[in-house]
């Protein structure tokens, strides 16, 4: 017998963002954010998020409130099999938190739900990944990531004032650096990409310094989600020692598919620190059987021990307005599965 995770992350987690209901409005907003919160309590969900509802995009409405960064065209890698593509942000100025971002929103959600809060927000790296030094105003690199930690320390403290015990910064940097063609473009843009995935680990880390007593901060890592699309490929063996370096309490990681690779490097994961293994896709609306995800699981406690694993999708089911290509329903009977999933292994 497994004892149930009693803090987040939990056995049956979630990465965040959830399907937009039709018809969803500024007007009818609070609602629908209630009744998606319900609906994540039915199922048994200890982790409940607002389904990121109030945002166009999982990362952009949060990073271009800090004063210095600009949203530019995004001229590649791109997703396939959609013409529409995200726009990346860029930094012209210099960089600071200098009002609250989001709190409001957190807030809503905390007051909503009986269980725990989770408010997810874009990692510090990607202020950097996507344009890269060529997108970055600053004559000094060192000093653009200490205006980078000192934003996002502002931001976890004003979290923590709010009430935030569950915090996840969601970073596909780490995932995408897996890739040739990413680390290709990295050099276009004026970056050595060996040495991102330990730059972008020691800032998390500076960031994560000092966070208060009681607050769990975990971080996510995929390769590309948006409209059931994705940019990079290849296993985490390249970026696994940094990225497990970075000081947070738990990896939501991308399993669902070949393209993220074996389970091998799981073996450099810190003692005692937590894997949420991503093994249900939010991509399509084919349900994973319950074998399959056991057998997965039991792959994967070769390199962890069991009892520091947890069970999720592999990323939301609608990083951006637009959504993935599956219904609701298939996207509850997903999360009803990891919650069935994890009750049957971890009890």
Not at 106 to 113: A, E, H, P
Not at 171 to 190: M, S, T, W
Not at 200 to 215: C, D, L
């Amino acid at each position: 017998m497994k004892p149930p995770a009693s803090h987040p992350p939990f056995r049956a987690d979630h990465v965040g963002s959830l399907l937009r209901p039709a018809g969803l409005t500024r007007e009818n907003l609070k609602e629908n954010i209630r009744a998606v919160v319900a609906r994540q309590e039915a199922i048994g969900l200890e982790s409940v998020t607002d389904g990121e509802f109030s945002r166009d995009w999982w990362h952009l409405d949060f990073l271009k409130q800090l004063e210095g960064v600009t949203l530019a065209q995004n001229p590649g890698p791109k997703f396939g099999g959609t013409e529409e593509q995200p726009p990346i942000p860029t930094v012209t100025g210099k960089l600071s938190y200098s009002r609250p971002i989001m709190i409001d929103d957190f807030s809503f959600l905390k007051r909503t739900t009986s269980r725990t809060a989770k408010f997810t927000i874009p990692s510090p790296s990607m202020l950097h990944l996507r344009a890269g030094r060529a997108g970055i105003s600053y004559d000094d690199m060192d000093e653009f990531w200490s205006d980078a930690v000192a934003a996002y320390r502002a931001a976890i403290a004003a979290f923590a004032a709010a009430g935030c015990t569950y915090l996840q910064l969601d970073d596909v940097a780490f995932a995408y650096l897996c890739d040739p063609k990413i680390r290709d473009n990295c050099r276009r843009n004026g970056d050595d990409p060996a040495a991102l995935p330990g730059r972008y680990a020691e800032t998390i880390r500076k960031v994560i310094q000092g966070k208060p007593a009681g607050m769990t901060i975990t971080m996510h890592t995929c390769r590309g989600n948006f409209r059931s699309a994705w940019v990079a490929e290849g296993g985490y063996e390249p970026v696994a020692e940094q990225m497990f370096s970075s000081g947070v309490d738990g990896f939501f990681m991308e399993f669902d598919t070949e393209r993220a690779g074996g389970f091998e490097p799981l073996r450099f994961v810190p003692k005692g620190k937590k894997v949420v293994l991503g093994l249900v896709s939010s991509k399509t609306g084919k349900l994973e059987e319950k074998s399959f995800l056991k057998k997965r699981i039991d792959a994967a406690a070769k390199h962890v021990p069991i009892e520091n694993l947890c069970l999720s999708p592999q990323c939301g089911f609608s990083s951006t307005h637009h959504g993935n290509k599956l219904t609701e329903a298939e996207q509850w009977r997903k999360l009803e599965r990891v919650v069935q999933v994890a009750k049957e292994v971890w009890t």
